[in-house]
């Protein structure tokens, strides 16, 4: 059957039951019949195996060709494909990008069979991913009073360093025996703000050795930057001394920050990036036909360029994540929501690489940062061997760099800035402040939950190129200081829970990111 595509042959030999690679999709896919080489890959494969790899199929087509040599004048079929322009941010408000309409069909190369709107397999050996910054089998935390000290420290020491070169920084004790009236200068984190009597801003920063307070007079222009500060975030200040040396008159506030010069690296071939999240599937309003929607889109030459595909967590709708869920439920157990899961993800190429971190519906620790999911579930999604990792991690695909995080931070970022600043319509605007703040998730103590580990993974050492969330449910993406940001929206339609507390979700988008050149094009298959 020439023309053949990637999900009819992942489909097929799953009624068989095995499971493929990534390579041997793609080699079973390239084959001039693929109906016969998966025939043959089938009757070959050891009595024992459940996976059809690569390895395997190269060792069957080798024996074959030896007995069978085949024509050396054959011609491969070339590729072509037809790519929508990127929407800029400003037109996102319309959200009415086209979903998987498709250009009339042409004839490819000197096979009248296939056609452009069937997707071509990649070579996947011009690909590179690098993932770093996974905590899986690195936690060490007890939750000892110890290992949140350490965190914290660590935490301190990093963001410090990161605003060192831009004020001459003297520690709390330090400024304490200062006289009166001098300038000063201090790095702390943030241990309380609270307003005066008089409408002023105190500011309690606390370093290594100790806590000063910090005064913002409510008739300057830096209060405005107040309401952008959040409990347990580093920050720097710069003021002058009362006279009695017993606080500080703020006049500057600095923030860790991505540099005004950032650069962004891209790829230096055209090749496209899917970022999705929450997908929920297991909840009685995940949204399917959105997602069989978006899976055959994939199959066509519109998605040609479609080599990766990054999922922000939230796999599964999860089991007593919230009050009266499993009256929402169509899929109880937990682990047969992951073999659901699975099974979707069967319907997209298999030629595509996928990356997955979780999120907090999914059946790992809720405190972040979250190791990956277990040698379990991973044996249950392993149809396309994805590269699963932790929460938050950082991808590098083609030299770009993507910092995945499912996004649980967002609410309290939301709930505690001016709507101006921050709100779930807007959700792209939240992410501005992670980056702002150079943390994933800087307050302690709120509806979120931090494990005390060695070493902050939350920190965001080096700028990415690309910042991907979920878990708001909200279709949002935009640049900020060169940095493109994406919120990715969800495949599940508004639940009664999420009516009850007034969410609105934006379902069946899927960002797609030009790697060359970063552009965005949000795909809607709803």
């Known amino acids: 059957m020439p023309g053949e595509t990637d999900r009819r042959i992942i489909t097929e030999l799953a009624a068989r039951g095995y499971n493929a690679d990534r390579e041997a999709v793609t080699l079973l896919a390239s084959e001039a019949d693929p109906d016969d080489a998966l025939e043959r890959a089938v009757e070959a494969a050891p009595p024992d195996a459940f996976k059809i790899t690569g390895e395997h199929l190269r060792e069957v087509f080798e024996a074959d060709a030896r007995d069978s040599p085949r024509d050396p004048t054959a011609e491969t079929p070339d590729s072509t494909s037809n790519t929508d322009p990127s929407i800029s941010p400003a037109e996102l408000e319309d959200r009415t990008t086209d979903s998987a309409d498709t250009s009339p069909s042409e004839t490819v190369g000197d096979d009248p069979t296939r056609t452009t709107d069937e997707r071509v397999p990649t070579d996947p050996e011009h690909r590179f991913v690098e993932i770093v910054g996974d905590i899986t089998g690195q936690s060490t935390g007890t939750g000892e009073y110890s290992d949140f000290v350490t965190v914290f420290r660590d935490r301190y020491e990093r963001l410090a360093g990161k605003l060192r070169g831009r004020i001459n920084h003297r520690p709390a004790d330090a400024i304490q025996t200062m006289p009166g009236g001098g300038d000063a200068e201090m790095i702390g984190m943030v241990n309380d703000i609270r307003s005066t009597a008089g409408g002023h801003w105190l500011i309690e920063l606390e370093d290594t050795t100790g806590v000063f307070p910090c005064l913002v007079m409510k008739d300057r222009e830096i209060a405005e930057l107040v309401g952008e500060i959040v409990y347990d975030e580093v920050i720097a200040v710069r003021g002058t001394l009362a006279d009695d040396a017993g606080i500080l008159f703020t006049d500057e506030i600095f923030f860790p920050d991505v540099p005004h010069t950032h650069q962004p690296t891209t790829a230096d071939r055209h090749v496209q990036a899917a970022l999705i999240s929450d997908v929920h599937v297991g909840s009685q309003e995940f949204a399917e036909e959105a997602w069989s929607r978006f899976a055959d889109w994939l199959h066509t030459a519109e998605a040609q ?166 878990h708001v449910h909200k279709l949002g993406f935009g640049t900020y200081h060169n940095v493109t940001a994406i919120n990715s929206g969800c495949w599940q339609e508004q639940t009664e829970f999420q009516k009850s507390v007034n969410i609105d979700p934006d379902v069946g988008y899927a960002p797609i990111v030009d790697l060359d050149t970063l552009d965005v094009t949000a795909r809607k298959f709803t």
């Open 305 to 470: 360029h479609v080599e990766y595909l990054l999922l922000a967590g939230d796999m599964v709708e999860g089991v007593g994540v919230y009050p009266n869920q499993d009256e929402e439920l169509s899929i109880v157990d937990i682990y047969e929501q992951y073999e659901a899961f699975a099974e979707y993800l069967k319907e997209v190429p298999g030629d595509l690489e996928i990356v997955m971190i979780p999120g907090n519906h999914d059946a790992v620790r809720l405190a972040e940062p979250q190791p990956a999911f277990d040698e379990e579930l991973r044996e249950i999604m392993s149809a396309h061997d994805a590269r699963i990792t932790g929460n938050p991690s950082t991808v590098t695909i083609e030299g770009v760099s993507v910092l995945m995080y499912h996004g649980m931070s967002l609410d309290e970022i939301i709930a505690d800035l001016p709507e101006e600043k921050a709100s779930y319509d807007n959700p792209e605007k939240a992410m501005y402040h992670l980056l702002k703040k150079r943390h994933v998730a800087p307050k302690y103590g709120g509806k979120m939950r931090i494990a005390p580990e060695e070493h902050d993974y939350l920190v965001i050492d080096d700028v990415p190129d690309v910042f991907h969330t979920g």
